[in-house]
């Protein structure tokens, strides 16, 4: 089946900082890659869609120049949290889509900053 | 807009006990239906899906079918586990949304042996 990895399971980091969250299919290739953050004890809420070699579309209200998606290849996308702050503080979970598989979510990144 | 709503948690329940979670919805033009479980510390995972009205997904015990008159997706088990324990989220998939999923706010679940 469809498997997709995402690195690091879990990062601290320093206030002004910038830390880079990688997803990627294993076995499958993804047209498009879909970023979410999720709250304590809440929903996910989708930050940006990004399809391979094209820029990223992001929903209302998220900082594009804060999170920075790249999405290089069609089995790899990432998210730069940049100068990260406390209130970045969050899960963000990466799910893949391919034309076989349907959505694959990564296992998520719990991101500290302190 | 789209939009997923379903019954507000926690849900505790007792070993082997019957299991329904509410999920009704809001969307344009026919719309992919989805479970999703959440692991403590993990990524989501597919429970089960459907794809169009009066379709029924099933998996690992639970099932739900699509309502297109009530726009609704339950999600029932017959005998819940403690392993069932979980936080669990209906979402859809709207085709005009290019492959966007809206998610409910999640139900949590605890089972008790």
């Known amino acids: 089946g469809a498997v997709v990895s995402q690195h690091p399971s879990w990062v601290i980091c320093k206030s002004g900082t910038s830390v880079k969250i990688e997803c990627r299919s294993l076995d499958f290739q993804a047209t498009t890659m879909f970023w979410y953050r999720q709250f304590p004890k809440q929903s996910l809420m989708l930050m940006a869609t990004s399809n391979e070699g094209s820029k990223a579309t992001y929903e209302q209200g998220v900082e594009k120049d804060k999170f920075l998606i790249n999405h290089a290849s069609l089995t790899l996308s990432t998210l730069t949290v940049t100068s990260a702050h406390p209130e970045d503080s969050s899960f963000y979970i990466c799910s893949a889509s391919g034309a076989r598989y349907g959505y694959t979510f990564g296992s998520g990144t719990r991101l500290t900053v302190v | 807009g789209d939009s997923v709503t379903q019954m507000e948690g926690p849900v505790t329940l007792s070993e082997e006990a019957f299991l329904t979670i509410n999920c009704t919805y809001t969307?344009?033009?026919?719309?992919?239906l989805f479970w999703y479980v959440q692991y403590p510390g993990e990524g989501l995972q597919l429970l089960l899906k459907a794809t169009k009205a009066d379709d029924k997904g099933s998996n690992k015990g639970f099932e739900a079918t699509y309502r297109k008159e009530t726009t609704s997706f339950h999600l029932e088990k017959g005998s819940v586990q403690v392993s069932d324990s979980a936080v669990y989220f209906c979402?859809?998939?709207?085709?005009?949304?290019?492959?966007?999923?809206?998610f409910g706010q999640g139900t949590i679940l605890t089972v008790h042996p």
């Open positions: 979402a859809l998939s709207d085709a005009d949304s290019y492959g966007k999923l809206t």
């Open positions: 969307a344009t033009g026919y719309p992919s």
